[in-house]
């Protein structure tokens, strides 16, 4: 018997989400038992790991993917949905990359910020992935600072053709968009996205099964091999190949010594409402994905089924005990105030990889061991662009990955006991520095 002929060891649980509640892919993959052997094993199996499984086997790599708990486990299947042309480091990019791209540095950002778009549009078309896939988004503003953001966005978006997506709205606008007296004004995004991302992330690896890769869950990677011929070692089987990715693992427990303080896990919290009715069309007419402009945030969206998703908030511990529906009660019923006493049926947290710089760290680890990973807070469009990057790496293609690579990042060298409340004041300083805004 093969190892994926095997049957599932211990089946991980899902996290008690609207997500889970609605996923449509209940595809159990097998425990790695045995010995593999393939050209790419990928650790992870969030979407940095399915998207570029992806790109890979659409290149025709025999790949598997390895998972400590289940496909879409972590940040991938709990996120807020939100596909956006939003890039958190872009101006840390911006500087750093120019003396590798020189002039070119704007429109390879440019391009950044809607090729994540372009990748799961095309994929949801070409593998039938049923996720709820929608267009429109709004990127309200609370204040006059936040206009002024807006305007030069929008600014450029005209000077770069994408005119028809992006138009400016008044306060008048908005309430014609939201019923909601929050917001001074908005930018509204056609070009912009908002799906189930669990369903998305399933169909993803579905995808990646279907032209002929492993997938394996339950499977605690507990040591990388280096050397010409990599590996991937767990309890209860290896895989050997030719080389090696690290998927984006935020907590670090495997390199950690090159890795640890790279990145630190950021818990943000989200609610799901029960299923509005017509209220549903009444706070939100057109269906759009909404996020405000302030660098702690609260976005939100409607569901398929017509729930109000709403998330906001973020703690660096690492660890998440808190009443994450008694702390965003107060948010749901100040921006819609007509859902006042709103019955709130599912709450969950969500670890998102924050670095430092806002920047995503693409790297190798040795010559055959890549990683890459943290996107602080934007995963789901970044992490499909960062899929097509590696890959284009892994089969000989470096310039992406080499512009990436070359930035530099703050490490972080205290670890979880002293970093992480550092990062909490970090937090508080973006806080203050909102208000100054």
Request: net charge neutral; glycine share 10%; charged share 20%.
């Amino acid at each position: 018997m093969t190892a994926a002929m095997r049957p599932v060891i211990c089946a991980a649980q899902r996290n008690a989400s609207y997500y889970t509640a609605s996923l449509n892919d209940t595809t159990q993959y097998p425990t790695l038992q045995g010995q593999v052997s393939v050209d790419v094993v990928i650790i992870g199996g969030g979407f940095t790991g399915v998207a570029s499984a992806v790109e890979l086997a659409e290149r025709g790599l025999k790949v598997a993917i390895v998972d400590t708990h289940r496909i879409g486990w972590g940040a991938s299947g709990r996120n807020g949905g939100q596909v956006t042309g939003s890039l958190s480091g872009d101006e840390a990019m911006r500087a750093q990359m120019r003396k590798r791209l020189g002039d070119e540095v704007d429109d390879f950002i440019w391009h950044l910020r809607w090729r994540g778009h372009e990748i799961i549009e095309q994929r949801v078309n070409r593998y039938a992935i049923a996720c709820d896939l929608k267009h429109g988004h709004l990127h309200a503003a609370m204040k006059p600072s936040h206009l002024t953001e807006l305007r030069a966005f929008h600014a450029e978006a005209q000077r770069r053709g994408m005119g028809e997506h992006v138009s400016l709205l008044d306060q008048t606008a908005v309430r014609q968009h939201l019923n909601s007296t929050l917001y001074l004004g908005a930018l509204k995004n056609t070009r912009n996205l908002h799906l189930h991302p669990l369903n998305l992330c399933l169909g993803e690896a579905r995808a990646a099964h279907s032209l002929g890769a492993l997938i394996f869950e339950n499977s605690e990677v507990l040591q990388i091999v280096h050397g010409e011929r990599p590996a991937v070692l767990t309890a209860h089987g290896r895989i050997d190949a030719r080389q090696v990715l690290l998927a984006g693992d935020v907590y670090h427990r495997l390199e950690p010594r090159q890795l640890k303080g790279k990145i630190f896990p950021a818990m943000g919290g989200i609610v799901t409402t029960a299923p509005l009715g017509e209220l549903a069309q009444q706070i939100n007419p057109q269906d759009l994905a909404v996020y405000d402009c302030r660098f702690v945030l609260d976005y939100y969206r409607l569901t398929g089924d017509g729930r109000l998703l709403f998330g906001g908030g973020a703690h660096y511990s690492g660890r998440d005990s808190r009443d994450i529906a008694a702390e965003l009660r107060p948010c749901i019923e100040r921006t819609f105030p007509a859902l006042k006493g709103v019955a709130i049926e599912f709450q969950w947290s969500c670890a998102m990889g924050i670095v430092m710089n806002r920047i995503p760290q693409l790297g190798k680890l040795s010559d055959n061991v890549w990683y890459c990973q943290g996107y602080s807070g934007h995963g789901i469009a970044t992490s499909h662009i960062m899929g097509e990057i590696m890959a284009e790496a892994l089969t000989g293609t470096l310039s992406a990955f080499d512009t990436f690579a070359g930035c530099k990042h703050i490490k972080v060298p205290l670890g979880d006991v002293f970093g992480n409340p550092m990062l909490a004041v970090g937090m508080w300083y973006y806080q203050m520095l909102e208000k100054l805004r």
